[in-house]
């Protein structure tokens, strides 16, 4: 998402995807991620893929996350898929998840005289999203909301009714996520209109919501989200690792976050 007021909605779709909406990968690219590759790609400015994700059987699948339609996407994905093979010697499949306002218009192919270039370009809105709804991952739950529902209204009340059965971290960084999200679809007012109906998140919505904007904003939710993570890894953290946690930035939060699948402890995950 090139577009900086999209920031939002790529930060909060990488969370989901990486940490609790099994059933939207599975939609999306048909195999389950084993782990995520925290990846620079050299001669793109040191820039990284949105997501790129290692199956059990050492397939590399890249997603990358888009909200507006750029004439461009062909020949960027093209240069993913070269450099993506030049650092890790393996070429990715390649998913373009389209998660705009606008009606897709975007190609999903390259073609020249010399060369034909193709990769899977998905609008989210033609997911069903009915089994997202019932998937046991809050993750899935909040992405619903972007799908193809038979009802909105219905489905934001019952994922508004799963966030408030979380803990204190996660429930917190879920209602932002579902807030942000709803906003691409403008229902911003009738997910605020459910969550008020919950007693146990209405000091939720006063403490970190002013009108349609977070007081914190999704720094406070992601920070909460990989405390609870890290400790369901490796127990209680000691004071030294929240201090260490709490200094970063939210671009350090987000590469912690990947590393936390492969990292064997809590030094080499906050080194």
């Known amino acids: 998402m090139e577009d900086p007021g999209m920031h939002e909605y790529d930060t909060t779709l990488k969370l989901l995807l990486q940490a609790?909406?099994?059933r939207s990968l599975?939609?999306?690219t048909g195999a389950a991620i084993a782990r995520w590759l925290n990846v620079e790609l050299p001669e793109l400015g040191n820039k990284r893929a949105d997501l790129l994700g290692e199956t059990a059987g050492r397939e590399l699948i890249h997603i990358e996350l888009q909200s507006?339609?750029?004439a461009g996407m062909p020949l960027r994905m093209a240069e993913y898929y070269l450099r993506i093979y030049r650092t890790l010697r393996r070429f990715p499949r390649q998913v373009v998840l389209y998660v705009g306002r606008r009606r897709l218009r975007m190609a999903a192919a390259l073609k020249t005289p010399q060369l034909s270039f193709r990769y899977h370009?998905?609008?989210i809105r033609e997911i069903p999203?009915?089994?997202l709804l019932k998937s046991d991952r809050i993750g899935d739950n909040v992405i619903a909301i972007l799908t193809r529902?038979?009802?909105r209204r219905s489905a934001l009340h019952e994922i508004v009714r799963k966030v408030s059965e979380l803990d204190d971290d996660a429930r917190g960084f879920y209602l932002q996520?579902?807030?942000t999200l709803a906003g691409l679809r403008g229902l911003e007012d009738a997910a605020e209109e459910e969550a008020r109906k919950v007693p146990i998140l209405i000091d939720i919505l006063e403490n970190k919501v002013l009108g349609r904007e977070?007081?914190?904003g999704l720094q406070e939710g992601r920070l909460g989200l990989l405390r609870h993570q890290m400790e369901a890894r490796f127990g209680v953290l000691p004071k030294w690792a929240e201090d260490r946690l709490v200094s970063r930035s939210p671009k350090e939060i987000e590469e912690i976050g990947v590393r936390l699948l492969k990292a064997e402890s809590l030094d080499e995950l906050l080194k």
Do not use: C, T, Y
Request: proline share 0%; charged share 40%; net charge neutral.
């Open 149 to 151: 529902l038979r009802d």
């Open 177 to 179: 996520a579902l807030l």
């Open 26 to 28: 599975r939609k999306l």
């Open 20 to 22: 609790s909406a099994e």
């Open 68 to 70: 507006q339609n750029d």
């Open 129 to 131: 999203g009915e089994g």
């Open 214 to 216: 977070f007081k914190r």
């Open 121 to 123: 370009l998905i609008d």
